[in-house]
């Protein structure tokens, strides 16, 4: 099972960006995706996670500024961001559940000026 992110790069605060991540391999059914971030020198910290239910939940820090959303059909987990911040500068890694945890290896994303 592989995970791949992209949409990660350099935006200038106040900006947007929308994340992607496609699982493929033997997935034989999906419990929970997400995204995890880990800032320099911070633990790595949940986003936001979206369940087979389609019930999410997010960070205090994300609420009202990231969504996070899913093609089941893809295999697919979104993040869009709006309003981000330097604090949201970060390493955001894809997250699955699926009878294991599986991870992306991450995309950075920078807000900066």
């Known amino acids: 099972v592989q995970l791949v992110e992209s949409g990660g790069g350099l935006v200038q605060p106040g900006g947007s960006l929308r994340l992607s991540c496609a699982a493929s391999g033997s997935i034989f059914s999906i419990n929970i995706m997400g995204w995890y971030r880990q800032a320099p020198g911070k633990e790595r910290e949940m986003v936001a996670i979206?369940?087979?239910?389609?019930?999410?939940g997010y960070a205090d820090s994300a609420k009202g500024r990231f969504t996070i959303s899913r093609d089941g059909a893809k295999n697919t987990v979104y993040l869009q961001m709006n309003s981000l911040n330097p604090e949201d500068t970060a390493v955001y890694y894809c997250?699955?559940?699926?009878?294991?945890?599986?991870w992306g290896k991450g995309t950075l994303v920078t807000v900066s000026s």
């Open positions: 997250y699955m559940f699926s009878g294991m945890h599986y």
């Open positions: 979206i369940r087979s239910s389609s019930s999410t």
